[in-house]
């Protein structure tokens, strides 16, 4: 049972280089996130997907763009990236009701050079 | 915007003793609350969640929740070196909200 999966562990782009970086999970969860992490600043939520068919907006959206492409997979997309999105990004997932506790990817190391 | 504020340490304590972390939360509608554990270079790990005032308790490790003082926190006993981490408080946006808002983490050093 691998719990969350995330595809690539690091990568280093180029300024203006698009990326997409892939989620899977496999405990049937219904709900699932994306978050970057930054020195300093905690965890921040990107965009999260509470059911199979639907996204929201988190916390720090602008630049990023999300499919839900089926209920096991949560792609996060970089269309053009900057300096400013190099950071550490994890996915997670949760059961689907809301309040409940989320559980997380190893995360992926973006460097954007 | 509403914040959960943590001290960020480092907090050494001796190996052995009880380490206490504790965070603060601005939103008085918020039900759910979570304690992950984050070693360097890793992804955070859950470790205990609370819902109602009072104390939960999971091995070594008790949650407190105190909704009037807007207040949670991790009781580790008996800590160990391996216990050395970045402790994450997290706490959910309200009543049906699928999104957590997370402290920066205190940083535990637990001294051999």
């Known amino acids: 049972n691998a719990g969350v999966t995330q595809t690539p562990k690091f990568q280093v782009l180029k300024t203006g280089q698009s990326m997409t970086l892939q989620c899977a999970q496999d405990?049937?969860?219904?709900?699932m996130y994306w978050y970057r992490q930054d020195p300093g600043m905690g965890l921040r939520l990107i965009y999260y997907?509470?059911?199979?068919?639907?996204?929201d907006k988190g916390e720090v959206p602008n630049g990023y763009n999300v499919s839900r492409l089926n209920k096991r997979e949560f792609s996060l997309r970089l269309e053009s990236a900057a300096p400013s999105q190099t950071s550490v990004y994890f996915c997670?997932?949760?059961?689907?009701?809301?309040?409940?506790?989320?559980?997380f990817g190893d995360g992926t190391r973006l460097s954007i050079l | 915007q509403k914040e959960v504020e943590q001290n960020s340490g480092p907090l050494s304590v001796p190996e052995g003793a009880i380490a206490s972390l504790n965070c603060t939360y601005s939103?008085?509608?918020?039900?759910?609350f979570f304690w992950y554990r984050q070693y360097s270079g890793k992804s955070p790990e859950l470790i205990m969640f609370?819902?109602?005032?009072g104390d939960k308790e999971d091995g070594r490790f008790t949650a407190q929740l105190n909704k009037a003082s807007q207040y949670v926190s991790l009781l580790i006993r008996d800590s160990q070196p391996s216990d050395s981490a970045t402790y994450l408080c997290?706490?959910?946006?309200?009543?049906?909200?699928?999104?957590?808002?997370f402290g920066k983490g205190t940083k535990l050093s637990v001294i051999p």
């Open positions: 997670a997932s949760s059961e689907g009701q809301p309040n409940q506790p989320q559980h």
């Open positions: 405990m049937n969860h219904n709900s």
């Open positions: 997907s509470a059911s199979e068919g639907t996204t």
């Open positions: 939103d008085r509608g918020s039900q759910s």
């Open positions: 609370i819902y109602s005032n």
């Open positions: 997290a706490v959910d946006l309200g009543a049906g909200s699928y999104q957590l808002t």
